[in-house]
């Protein structure tokens, strides 16, 4: 009988508190006339400004991943972070330092120095670069990870932390592929991905640590990608319009889970800024759509009509065979309102433009100055 009535009461918090949560979000995007995600944001500022920590933000995800937080948080709460050398760019909008995960006492030092409230964990090596050197991605995928959780743990951080449709294998439901289902992902990428996942929930529910993952699938943007096997979708739109030629390393069938950026981006900030209280899991499938390489040509060809495909598969073949096809990601829609804005048609318009302005001209030179 008690039981029954705590199950009710926390019932009633849930829902009422994710009503609250939906007019809020509503209320705030008409006043404001912003989108949905921004308007979450602005509610939360009210109570603090979180000061952020990106770890690998000059990849492909952090470099825009900073850009929007900085707009929605300020430049100097957002402390971009690598062991790369930053370019000019990156260091024009806000805070930029060395720091590699491996290092524990350099990253409490930081978090100290900088008062981090959250820490958002980028640096990882990808599906493709990790099959070419093992033990450097158990080092920097699985030794990395302890320590930015332990470094969450000791000092009370929000952390999030990506995962992959890459934490899928050979023996997962492909189409769909639902939120919890079998994970035997054969590549150290996916290994690793599972354990941060595994030992992220793990942390949650021992220690209350505030963990959060979305996976998501291949991302989309006109930044370089970082040697993933979804690479193929943004190569093509830098060759394509450069050279009128691509040669594509996965078989023109293949069909995989992706995202644009500015999707992906969203549903990240959505995700942080989501209560506790209607968080029923810390790991979410996210996604917005599922192509193979044909589809996607068929869609470039319209922008660039004498472009040239070849197909050429390589081992990255045999890793896009064994990952889903279609993620379910009904659960993060059902729970916190995830709700995708491209599809393919905007996707490739929307890289047409980002690739001609931000990177052709660019390529264009080098071409020249070889
Ligand atoms: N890009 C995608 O399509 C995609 C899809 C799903 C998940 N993810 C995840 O998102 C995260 C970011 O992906 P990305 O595409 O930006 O990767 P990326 O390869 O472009 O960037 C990773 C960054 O990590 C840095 N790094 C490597 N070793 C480091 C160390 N010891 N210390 C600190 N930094 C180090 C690299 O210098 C690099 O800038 C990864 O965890 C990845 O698994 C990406």
Known sequence: MLLRNVIQFSRHVTRSVRRNYQVSVKLLCKESGQNENASVVKGNMAEKTPRILITGGLGQLG?????????????KNVILSDIIKPTEESLAYGPFIFADILDFKGLQKIVVDYRIDWLIHFSALLSAVGEQNVPLAVRVNIEGMHNVIE???QYKLRIFIPSTIGAFGPDSPRNPTPNVTVQRPRTIYGVSKVHAELLGEYYHHRFGLDFRCLRFPGVISSDPPGGGTTDYAVAVFHEGLLNKRYECYLEPNTRLPMMYIEDCLSALLQFLNTPNELLQRRVYNVTA????????FNEVFKYIPDLKISY??????????????VFDDSEARRDWGWRHKYDLERLVESMVRDVSVNYLPKMQLNQINR
């Open 63 to 75: 470099t825009e991943c900073a850009k929007m937080l900085r707009r929605h948080y300020g430049n």
């Open 151 to 153: 470094l969450a743990k």
């Open 289 to 296: 759509m599922s192509f193979t390489p044909e589809e996607l």
């Open 312 to 325: 050429k598969p390589d081992a990255r073949q045999h890793i896009a065979e064994n990952w889903p096809q």
